[in-house]
């Protein structure tokens, strides 16, 4: 361990362990996939980033070593330490000069936005050295003044190459299409087990691997449709989904792009129609479940049973907002009469 701060210190990195870890100390190679708490902070002491409270809720860093993360000075430490260990390391501005670009792709990741959000127009080096604004104050101040900064890492786990599923980012072209099918099976599953939530995010990732792929081909060409005919299944699975959880408007969304490109998709009619439904949206519902019978009329009954459905629901809606009426006409009419003055 003293020849391993000794190296660190030779690099511009001061290591102080805060809690040890247990165990033997890995050998990282290239593709093991390390989970990691951290909290970033300037060597005053004020804080930057935390995983245990970005976004409003504990979630930890995971980094697959070797695949060249842009804080390249993370892959450094991370190699010194066992599992369950707390460790200080305070790191030379030569280590630290990017950390205001990853911070602003981990924030923009807490947020729920694009983690490239703001960084699309030019490379890291060139905004190092521009007045473009991240969007932070804290990181435009770090941004024009580099300094030293303290890491405090907690490392969770660390998982060997070939005992975990690559996240998409990390995976070739290849891998993603070979993992697509078995998110796809996963999904159903969860699906059939009434794990609706948990099937619309395995869809969810399937489509994801695959828009990934698509970007790389010409829209309309041989590469691109063969995706998206891929594509067009996962969607509507995922339409199901958020059928189920009232998300009507993405539905709604999700099935008109399908039917821009595949006008006889019997599926994605119906869901629109569902959809429609539940929205108010009577016109439209009517059209779009007529459309339904019309290229596929074995599903008369079905959606006869929806039409059924939805009057019942317009009716009650009406007889409702018909009592709300006289209920606040008739409230009126019995109230004493006032006299006021200016």
Known sequence: MEELATKLLAEGIQKKVISPGKGDLSTFPDGTKVIFHYRSSLCDGTVLDDSRTMGGRSKPMELILGKKFKLAVW?????TMREGEVADFTCDVKHTALYPLVSQSLRNISAGKDPLEGQRHCCGIAQIHSHHSLGHCDLDKLQ??????????ELMEVLTPGSFRLD????????????????????NALYKKGDVKEAAEKY????????????????????????DLMITPLMLNYC?????????????DHCSSILSKYED????????????????????????????VELDPSLGPSVAKELRAMEERIRSKEKEEKGRYK??????????ATATTG
């Open 144 to 153: 024009a003044n580099p300094q030293p900064l303290v890491f405090t890492l």
């Open 240 to 252: 199901q989904c958020q059928l189920i959880q009232g998300q009507y408007y993405e539905v709604l």
């Open 75 to 79: 892959e450094r430490v991370i190699a």
């Open 327 to 336: 209920s606040l006409f008739s409230s009126d009419s019995n109230a004493p």
């Open 204 to 227: 969810h990732n399937a489509i994801a691997c695959l828009k990934n792929l698509q970007m790389k081909e010409r829209p309309g060409d041989e590469g691109w449709i063969k995706l």
């Open 265 to 292: 998709n019997v599926k994605a009619y119906f869901k629109r129609a569902k959809a429609h439904a539940a929205v108010w949206n009577e016109m439209e519902a009517r059209a779009d479940f007529a459309k339904v």
């Open 168 to 187: 998409i980012w990390a995976m070739t072209d290849d891998e993603k299409l070979e993992v697509v099918p078995q998110i796809h099976v996963e999904g």
